[in-house]
């Protein structure tokens, strides 16, 4: 007699099924719309494919396009698609690696041969090919050396590097489709076929092989495909309204921020402008902060190296710190983090359990070392500025200061703009320090925060830091794209290292709990996706430049330079135009400029001492009296940070 499962769906009914059923008969007993769109299965929250046998009860969901699982495992086996299409066209070519990513995929290639954007075509015409020829994918296990020898054959030296560096007990696997056979943990489509014809290959970049510098220049093809040609039409807009968006090209414009080969790669300058909107921004920060009850302090930017061999970081980070400096026969460290600089003043005095909750707040600079090929803009850079904040609390306060600190968190990214948000709860990772004890009360401390705050997350699991769970928050901005800056992190390996403690009621030292908490993450990533989110137009609050003055001849200048110093001392951000250029030219140059107000002055303007306004959204606004602008612009301000 044969055993019986029961499968468990999403909307939480269930049904026995026979033991070795597959998801795609599962999903043809559920409609045959269903299985055409069927990419994979998640089973008992791991991915595997349609045609896996399932062979106990558990819990199952049919992964479509619309899963963010679902749009992985499809993007996946595009790569393998393009992979295919390479390989057919440049056969000495070595695969790399090719993932998927946000919105697409990669492959990484080593070819004598520098491909051009030319050649794309030519790709994709084959790419159709290898789906029209609909060929099953099918999953192999090799034994190590079996694997070494396959790809031995293939004179995949890439592959082989990989296989070599794999761990004993790692589940080797190849997939193949046709000709075609890939290292690859998979999972993937059932077969070629299920992919779609709407292919774009986007562009070419150089690529260090596994990130490293050291070794060898590869060409990584960027790519994209869709089930539907309109999904990818709208993919490819939104691409094409990135780049108009892309916060390198907008910072020179609008001349915010500069990187100088003369400074130093991943080392930001901020002119003037870009300065004024980081002031705004700290400002707000610094206010906020205060009304949520945390004190402020500063911190060196570099330490003795001992003070981060006690936190760990040279243990689990030491290849993102810049190297130590020997002074007077002492080795310092730039800081990477700001941890230990917190945890040090926490130790400074005897603290009772009356003190705590204390919650610490800095603007603090950090130095990493990231690769050069892995810099970009304000995105990724070597120094930048962490809002960086430490809440030292008892256990039975650590789940309501996780709340608390959600809330800010939620009230900062509003304010900004960003509505849209995912929020991840990420686990113990593989090499972690501490008790699996104090992992599982700080798991679920997070955990229950989130739940009272009514919160959706998804579990990541295994994507905690070495010394702690985290809730992740990643923001969307105006083009659907995700960024991640907002951190909420326990932790009680810091406080033991660093031999925290607090007096109880009981007379007797007890070990506080630790959280660590960012909400932009960084000013400088933050501000490149402002930049990015409001296209350089930003909310009058933020505007570098909230009005500009226009006089329209030599003999309006006084006035101007009058109502210049007026809204100067009202603490409006204001410039006066007082070249010789006609009035149409300054107006189209501060529209260019994305300057919200334009201030107009003329002869009429002099005789009722007034100002004619401008809007950049709205055209005329008409004549007003001074007081009447400041009222009217300090109005609008107060409704955007408030609300």
């Known amino acids: ?70 749009r992985e495992v499809f993007w996946h086996s595009s790569a393998h698609v393009m992979a295919q299409a390479i390989k057919r066209k440049y056969p000495n070519a070595q695969l790399g690696i090719g993932p998927p990513i946000d919105g697409g995929f990669y492959y990484d290639i080593q070819l004598d041969h520098h491909i051009t954007p030319e050649e794309f075509v030519e790709l994709e015409a084959e790419m159709v090919k290898v789906v029209e020829q609909d060929y099953p994918i099918t999953r192999r296990v090799l034994e190590r050396q079996e694997a070494l020898q396959l790809f031995k054959s293939m004179h995949e030296d890439l592959k082989i590097e990989l296989i070599n560096d794999l761990p004993d007990e790692e589940t080797i696997t190849a997939y193949t489709q046709g000709e075609f056979t890939d290292l690859c943990r998979g999972p993937h489509v059932p077969s070629t076929g299920r992919l779609s014809k709407y292919f774009k290959l986007l562009t070419l970049a150089g690529a260090y092989w596994r990130g490293d510098e050291r070794n060898q220049m590869l060409q990584r093809i960027y790519a994209t495909s869709y089930p539907k040609k309109q999904m990818l039409e709208e993919h490819i807009n939104r691409l094409e309204e990135a780049k108009k968006r892309d916060h390198r090209k907008l910072g020179k414009e609008l001349d915010l921020f ?95 359990y009356r003190d705590l909750p ?41 789940t309501d200061e996780i709340i608390k600190a959600m ?30 004890e104090n992992w599982d009360k700080a798991t679920e401390a997070l955990r229950q925060a989130l739940e009272i705050r009514k919160l959706d997350y998804e579990v990541d699991p295994g994507e905690g830091v070495f010394y702690g ?111 010789n250029e006609k009035i149409g030219f300054k ?28 809007h950049k959204g709205e055209g005329d606004l008409g004549a007003m009296e001074i007081a009447n602008f400041v009222s009217r612009i300090s109005e609008e301000i107060k409704s955007k940070v408030n609300g």
């Open 407 to 436: 809330d800010l968190v939620l009230l900062i990214l509003r304010t900004f703009g960003f509505e849209d948000y995912e929020v991840y709860l990420s686990t113990r990772p593989e090499k972690y320090v501490g008790s699996i």
């Open 469 to 579: 769970p985290k809730i992740d928050l990643k923001i969307k901005d105006v083009l659907g794209r995700s960024w991640q800056c907002s951190t909420v992190q326990v932790d009680f390996n810091l406080p033991e290292r660093f031999e925290l403690e607090y007096i109880g009621e009981d007379g007797k030292p007890h070990r506080p709990v630790m959280v660590h908490r960012a909400l932009m993450g960084s000013l400088e990533r933050f501000f490149g996706i402002l930049i990015e989110h409001y296209a350089g137009a930003f909310p009058l609050w933020l505007a570098p430049v909230q009005a500009v003055i226009m006089p329209i001849a030599d003999r309006h200048h006084d006035y101007a330079r009058e109502i210049y110093q007026q809204l100067r001392r009202q603490m409006i951000r204001v410039e006066l135009d007082n070249r």
């Open 258 to 352: 500069s990187i100088q080969e003369s400074i130093g790669n991943g080392l930001i300058l901020w002119h003037p402008k870009g300065a004024r909107i980081r002031r705004v921004m700290e400002d707000f920060w610094l206010e906020e902060h205060y009304k949520h009850d945390y004190e402020i302090i500063y911190t060196p930017h570099a330490a003795k190296l001992n003070l981060w061999e006690t936190s760990g970081h040279t243990g689990f980070y030491r290849e993102n710190m810049f190297a130590s400096m020997d002074l007077e026969e002492v080795e310092y460290q730039l800081k990477p983090m700001n941890c230990p600089f917190h945890l040090t003043i926490y130790k400074n005095d005897l603290r009772s």
């Open 587 to 614: 107006i189209r140059e501060a529209e260019v400029q994305k300057v919200p107000y334009m201030l107009i002055i003329g002869d009429k303007e002099i005789e009722k001492q007034q100002i004619a306004v401008r």
């Open 1 to 70: 007699m044969s055993k019986n499962i029961v499968i468990h769906f999403p909307d939480g009914s269930e049904k026995n099924y026979p033991a070795g059923i597959t998801g795609a008969e599962i999903a043809e007993g559920i409609s045959q719309r269903l299985l055409k769109q069927a990419l994979a299965v998640k089973f008992n929250g791991r991915i595997v494919e349609m045609w896996r046998p399932l062979e106990e009860s558990g819990t199952l969901q049919i992964l479509t396009f619309d899963d963010k699982e679902g």
């Open 358 to 398: 204390i919650r610490y707040a800095e603007l603090g600079t950090v130095y990493r070392f990231e690769r050069s090929g892995v810099l970009h803009g304000l995105m990724r850079v070597r120094g930048f500025t962490q809002d960086d904040a430490h809440i030292f609390c008892t256990p039975e306060q650590l």
